[in-house]
Nanobody, 117 residues
């Protein structure tokens, strides 16, 4: 069982930056691939990016590639989402998830990110 708690969301102007954090409980953090998802009002939840268990490989949705960076600190059981050059269309609730390959078994409660124009 893994519990995930996101933090770092907020209101930012377009072009600004935010860093989200996701703290995981338990001693099996390194067993899981970690991912970030987002859901905007009236839209389905979408994949933002994922990072391997060791942190040496990450992949991103085309919509955020080059602007967002995922990293993890396995010593702190934490995964991060650095978001730069934010756009109003990045406004959403952001969720972190833990799982194996593309099967996401555990989810956080989400943190709101609002980008004003």
């Amino acid at each position: 069982q893994v519990q995930l708690v996101e933090s770092g969301g907020g209101l930012v102007q377009a072009g600004g930056s935010l860093r989200l954090s996701c703290a995981a409980s338990g001693r099996t953090f390194t067993s899981y691939r970690m991912g970030w998802f987002r859901q905007a009002p009236g839209k389905e939840r979408e994949f933002v990016g994922g990072i391997s268990r060791s942190g040496d490989a990450a992949n991103y949705a085309d919509s955020v590639k080059g602007r967002f960076t995922i990293s993890r600190d396995n010593a702190k059981n934490t995964v991060y989402l650095q978001m730069n050059a934010l756009k109003p269309e990045d406004t959403a609730v952001y969720y972190c998830a833990a799982g194996y390959s593309s099967i996401w078994s555990y989810w956080g409660q989400g943190t709101q990110v609002t980008v004003s124009s």
